[in-house]
């Protein structure tokens, strides 16, 4: 009989291994000695604990599977419990038995981390979707719409949730891109049918502006000109094909006007610039006039100069001020040398003024005499009362005397 400390062979051949539980029979062994009956056994024992060692490298250093881990740690724990091997098949119960609690762990590890990655996940497509329902009320359609796309992309990256709610995000999300869409595609074609408006408007104001290139009405055709500019800044932008055709054809026939208004004003103004020339030489003329000596030559002069002033035209309005207020100051001259002509030549007016110089005269000449009296008289007071009365007599007297030598007496 050979033995050693995990296990024996009786004589009749048979192996047996100790346990905690007592000798297990490991197997029969007839074809050599004892000796190589335990080592056969023993290289089986050594290659149960190649196996666990590799396992437990495989389960602490790899992403193994714990349903994988688990199915070969079944595996070896049959072989272990078949007792085929002699060795201390305890320490191999154990050391399996420590690999569960691991691949557990594990298994619990994982089963939170896809906890947590699905709670991420989760919170990750409800922001999406917030944001995605926001989106869906911007009126902002290109950044809106390209942030939209984005999401889309960024939803087709994080993992699937349960389908129950994966379904019921998605439908929300789906939901909200959809009423963007709808609000988009509602605007836009809104904002064609106002750009149609528009450009039947601007169709119809150029050609307006081309049926009034031509006028030489320039005053009413200018305004009008400016008016339809206003209507079409109020008209709003045609499509962009047509818009830009439409303000060509409108800038080129207001263009052709103003080219033709200004060939003209340019012609009027080197005409009316001539015309103060003339103007200038016969307000200089009429100034020679004053001041009037002889009345009946000033007149006959100026009613010539005036003549052919009225014959010249016009001048620039910012000089015509002071060239006609030349003119307008000679006619004031000799207008006034003819009221003062027949002031001086009306009979009657001499009449009136002689007699009242008579009546003031006689009233000084009747104060002057009260006043002596008074005087003599010692009444001091009614002297003064007097004096003062004659002050204001004899002031009216010197103006009626003047007067009256303006008709020659």
Request: aromatic letters at 6%.
């Amino acid at each position: 009989m050979s033995s050693d400390p995990w296990g024996r062979v009786d004589e009749t051949g048979t192996v047996y291994v100790r346990t905690a539980d007592g000798e297990q029979v490991v197997g029969s062994w007839q074809a050599g000695s004892p000796e190589e009956a335990l080592a056969y056994f023993e290289r089986k024992y050594e290659g149960l604990v190649v196996e666990i060692g590799l396992l437990e490298k495989r389960v602490k250093t790899t992403d193994l599977s714990a349903k994988d881990a688990q199915a070969a740690i079944d595996h070896l724990r049959e072989q272990v419990e078949a007792h085929h091997a002699v060795g201390d098949l305890e320490a191999l119960r154990t050391r399996l038995g420590e690999l569960v609690k691991t691949v557990e762990s594990r298994r619990e590890e994982r089963r939170a981390q896809r906890a947590k990655q699905s709670d991420e996940a989760r919170q990750a497509k409800e922001d999406l979707v917030v944001e995605a329902e926001q989106l869906a009320q911007s009126d902002q359609w290109r950044a809106a719409g390209e942030r939209l796309r984005s999401l889309v992309d960024t939803w087709k990256g994080l993992p699937r949730l349960d389908r129950k709610s994966d379904d019921e995000l998605w439908h929300r999300f789906s939901h909200a891109r959809s009423a963007f869409s709808k609000r988009r595609k509602a605007h836009f074609a809104q904002l064609d049918a106002q750009r149609e408006d528009a450009r039947k408007a601007k169709e119809k104001l150029v050609a307006e502006a081309e049926a009034l290139s031509d006028s030489t009405d320039w005053g009413p055709t200018a305004a009008r000109y400016r008016e339809l500019m206003t209507e079409w800044k109020a008209a709003g932008r045609a499509q962009r094909e047509h818009e830009d055709d439409l303000w060509n054809r409108f800038r080129g026939a207001q263009d052709v006007f103003f080219a033709a208004r200004g060939s003209a004003f340019a012609e009027r103004d080197a005409e009316q610039t001539e015309n103060l020339k003339l103007k200038e030489e016969l307000a200089a003329e009429a100034e020679k006039l004053l001041p009037v000596t002889d009345l009946k030559a000033a007149r006959s002069a100026f009613r010539s100069i005036n003549e052919r002033w009225e014959a010249i035209g016009h001048v620039p309005r910012d000089a015509r001020p002071k060239v006609e207020g030349r003119m307008s100051t000679v006619d004031r001259a000799i207008q006034e040398a003819e009221e003062a002509e027949w002031r001086r030549t009306n009979p009657e007016a001499r009449a009136r003024a002689a007699g009242l110089t008579g009546q003031l005269q006689a009233a000084v000449d009747k104060l002057t005499t009260q006043i002596e009296q008074a005087r003599a008289q010692g009444n001091t007071s009614k002297a003064e009362k007097l004096e003062r009365e004659l002050e204001g007599r004899q002031a009216l007297l010197d103006q009626a005397l003047k007067g009256l030598q303006e008709f020659g007496g």
